[in-house]
């Protein structure tokens, strides 16, 4: 079983909707996670990170973490077409390594 | 405050010939780790290293070795390329690094490295 799991999509959303994505894991050790987006050509950058069980809103972003169902999501409303990148999720593997799903590509359309 | 700085950005590369990759880390960080994102692959954690020393290894062949200077600034060398080592080489540098769990990674630009 990989270690992180995303949908690779690519996942369409209008303009103004709201975007689900999606990352299951299988380390029940992992403590802390991390949603990257990645523009073509470009390097990740953060966009959230979450270490408790429950939503963290930081503007139009939110992250939910449920460590019980070893489940990360990060929710995006208002979608726009900026908003158009690779999604990646990652986990700190026991203060080891840094573990990244494959990403998930948003398409929004205007 | 100037961010993580990686050069060459763009290499191409024989097989069997040898590559070294450089890192220069946000300024007061100690941290730098190396990753390989290729399309197949995607984003998989070379090593990290702390004060000179490697903390933390993935798997990796030998021939993906690296180092960090007193100063934090980090290179990557990757001896008799193979046409598998093509991919995008990304550092990324934070303060106390993977042991601090909430640390964030910041990343650089990368460099595209392609084996021909």
């Known amino acids: 079983q990989k270690e992180v799991e995303q949908n690779s999509g690519p996942l369409s959303v209008p303009e103004g909707a709201i975007a689900s994505l999606n990352c299951t894991y299988s380390?029940?050790?992992?403590?802390?996670f991390f949603w990257y987006r990645q523009y073509s050509g470009k390097s990740p950058e953060l966009i959230m990170s979450i270490y408790s069980n429950g939503d963290k809103e930081d503007g139009r972003f939110t992250a939910q973490l449920n460590k019980a169902s070893q489940y990360v999501s990060l929710l995006i409303r208002d979608s726009q077409p900026s908003d158009s990148a690779t999604y990646l999720c990652?986990?700190?593997?026991?203060?080891?390594?840094?573990?990244f799903g494959k990403g998930t590509t948003l398409s929004v359309s205007s | 405050k100037a961010g993580v700085t990686q050069t060459p950005r763009y290499l191409i590369k024989t097989r069997g010939q040898q590559v070294t990759l450089s890192c220069s880390p946000i300024s007061g960080h100690r941290s730098v780790s190396w990753y390989q994102q290729t399309p197949g692959q995607g984003l998989q954690f070379l090593f990290e290293?702390?004060?000179?020393?490697?903390?933390n290894k993935g798997n990796f062949p030998g021939r993906f070795s690296g180092r960090q200077f007193s100063n934090s600034r980090s290179e990557m060398n990757v001896s008799t390329l193979e046409l598998g080592d093509s991919a995008l080489y990304l550092c990324?540098?934070?303060?106390?690094?993977?042991?601090?769990?909430?640390?964030?990674?910041?990343f650089g630009a990368g460099t595209r490295l392609s084996v021909l």
């Open positions: 990652a986990l700190n593997q026991a203060g080891t390594a840094l573990i």
């Open positions: 990324a540098s934070a303060t106390g690094g993977l042991s601090y769990g909430e640390d964030i990674q910041y």
């Open positions: 380390d029940r050790v992992s403590q802390s």
């Open positions: 290293y702390f004060s000179e020393t490697q903390r």
